[in-house]
């Protein structure tokens, strides 16, 4: 959380506005899903710190069902996975040029599609989220203290539009953390709503500024999961 949160300071702090791309992988990298170790879990972290990051997203075709891979290059860019069926997986009717991947923990786009818990359908969820809301796309990016070296949280912001993502990096669930922000938040009360995750989710007290401090939106993190919030202003 520590290691997350410190680069993605660095890195808003370093660029101009918006004017960087994020990616989880490439063509010449190790494929998500094989640096993860197969772990669902994890993938979707990762897919959810892509999608709510500053700057704009790239995604390695194939990262979206979980496709893995390793070096040599040839075995980065196998045939994309659209059906189970061989030899081409549905990306051709002929031999492909590479022989395909073994597939993905969730399996091919037509087995995940009809899933709501797929890393594809995650995926779908992220985009149409981020499509919505202008904090994702544009806003301001403020990194916040959280307490707890497994936790990362940031803040998107724009207008009235603030859009929270709490992540646990950490392989436990927990409750020892609070975030704080110095100022830069909404103007004032606002309503916590869940956007994406689960759990019961409490609002902050706004304070001069636009911070807060030692908000703990939800009781306990689970271990590797990003939950996003929308703090609603209210015009209280």
Request: charged share 20%; aromatic share 8%.
């Amino acid at each position: 959380g520590a290691l997350v949160s410190d680069a993605l300071a660095r890195v808003v702090a370093t660029y101009p506005e918006g004017q960087f791309a994020t990616f989880l992988s490439n063509h010449d990298q190790v494929r998500v899903m094989s640096q993860v170790s197969a772990s669902r879990p994890r993938a979707r972290l990762a897919a959810t710190l892509l999608l709510t990051y500053p700057g704009v997203p790239f995604v390695y075709y194939g990262e979206e069902i979980g496709m893995p891979g390793r070096k040599p290059d040839p075995r980065l860019r196998t045939p994309m996975a659209w059906t189970g069926e061989e030899p081409g997986l549905g990306f051709s009717t002929g031999t492909p040029w590479e022989e395909p991947q073994t597939l993905a923990v969730d399996g091919s786009v037509a087995a995940q599609t009809g899933d709501p818990e797929s890393l594809l359908s995650r995926y779908r969820d992220l985009i149409h989220l981020r499509n919505g809301s202008p904090a994702l796309r544009y806003g301001e990016t403020l990194v916040l203290e959280t307490g707890n070296r497994a936790v990362a949280a940031y803040l998107r912001t724009i207008g009235d539009d603030h859009v929270l993502v709490v992540a646990n990096l950490g392989g436990l669930e927990t409750g020892d953390y609070g975030l704080v922000l110095d100022s830069g938040g909404p103007d004032g009360p606002v309503e916590a709503v869940l956007l994406l995750g689960e759990g019961e989710v409490t609002s902050p007290e706004i304070g001069p500024g636009g911070g807060f401090d030692g908000y703990r939106p939800f009781d306990t993190l689970p271990a590797r999961t990003a939950l996003v919030v929308r703090l609603a202003e209210t015009g209280g």
